[in-house]
């Protein structure tokens, strides 16, 4: 029998994860807080489909079948038959560990408990449950269909069993692996902060434009996306929250410090893309 993924929190990056799981044949339940999100989601999942099969990267017929894999959920105890839950909710600890504490009263005692956090201790969310072993960190990049890597977080008493079936599904899901030390940003995020910081220090410094940041960093560094073209792309949001989560885990390390541009856009709503405006504008003209 296929194995059955629940996903709860069906934003940016729960949508990507929905949408590789049932093109590899898994059956998913997503689910969100809010039912208005999950509807978004399903037609965002569509709307990406329909550009592979156009550009011939799937057939119709493989997404006609992966679309009928998903299943929208509205009551989070209709994921108690899920052999993997994977949690892609806000980036808050109190969020996550409120979360993880019900869903170790909803699963099965076999079924993995994985986080998508991009900086917060796996080790913290764990200890919420009464089955740490059984909680991982499987972090997915942002667009989940095209970012290839998952970082695979062994929180302190995250067991070698979790970890295998783990690997093992995100290869799956036509992943690379590689597995990380559970500390804060893993990683990819931790050496991502000093890009995103520096780039916001030299516009607050007025040295030169935000566009003008974006096409030098292309340009000579032969990088795809600009810094703010990419805060965009993460939404300003969780960008901004991972940044203050680094910081606060490494006792206020300066080189993690927070931005206080980024801060007031957040405060104004400019997440990026999904809000339409961020540093750039995205409503159609
Ligand atoms: N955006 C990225 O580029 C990116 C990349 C890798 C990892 N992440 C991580 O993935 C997680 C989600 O990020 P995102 O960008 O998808 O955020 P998002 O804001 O797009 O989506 C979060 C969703 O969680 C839902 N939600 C909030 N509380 C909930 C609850 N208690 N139960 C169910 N649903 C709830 C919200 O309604 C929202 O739809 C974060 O931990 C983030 O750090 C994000």
Do not use: W
């Not at 942002?142 to 695979?152: A, D, R």
């Not at 390390?253 to 893309?273: C, D, N, T, Y």
């Amino acid at each position: 029998m296929a194995i059955s993924i629940g996903i709860v929190g069906a934003g940016t990056m729960g949508a990507g994860i929905a949408h590789i799981a049932a093109l590899n044949k898994f059956n998913v339940s997503l689910y969100d807080i809010n039912e208005e999100v999950i509807r978004r989601s399903v037609e965002k999942i569509n709307y990406e489909m329909k550009r592979s099969v156009d550009k011939n990267k799937i057939s119709d017929d493989d997404m006609k079948m992966a679309l009928t894999r998903i299943k929208k959920r509205t009551n989070i105890n209709d994921l108690d038959t899920c052999d993997l839950i994977i949690e892609a909710v806000l980036e808050d600890i109190k969020v996550k560990r409120d979360l993880f504490k019900k869903l170790d009263q909803i699963a099965h005692h076999t079924t993995i408990l994985a986080t998508n956090t991009s900086s917060l201790s796996v080790t913290s969310i764990a200890s919420a449950t009464k089955h740490p072993g059984r909680v991982v960190g499987m972090h997915f990049f942002n667009p989940v269909h095209q970012m290839k890597l998952v970082e695979i977080v062994k929180g302190t008493l995250t067991s070698d069993e979790t970890i295998r079936s783990a690997t093992a599904i995100a290869e799956q899901l036509g992943k690379k692996t590689i597995q990380v030390k559970d500390t804060p940003g893993f990683v990819v995020n931790r050496v991502a902060r000093p890009f995103y910081g520096e780039a916001l220090k030299i516009l607050g410094e007025n040295v030169t434009s935000l566009e003008e940041i974006d096409r030098i960093v292309k340009k000579s560094g032969g990088f795809k996306m600009g810094p703010f073209e990419l805060m965009d792309m993460i939404g300003n949001d969780v960008n901004f929250s991972v940044t203050e989560s680094i910081y606060e885990q490494t006792f206020h390390e300066p080189r993690f410090r927070p931005s206080q541009i980024q801060q007031q856009m957040v405060e104004a709503g400019l997440f990026g893309k999904k809000s339409k405006k961020g540093f750039y504008n995205y409503e159609e003209k």
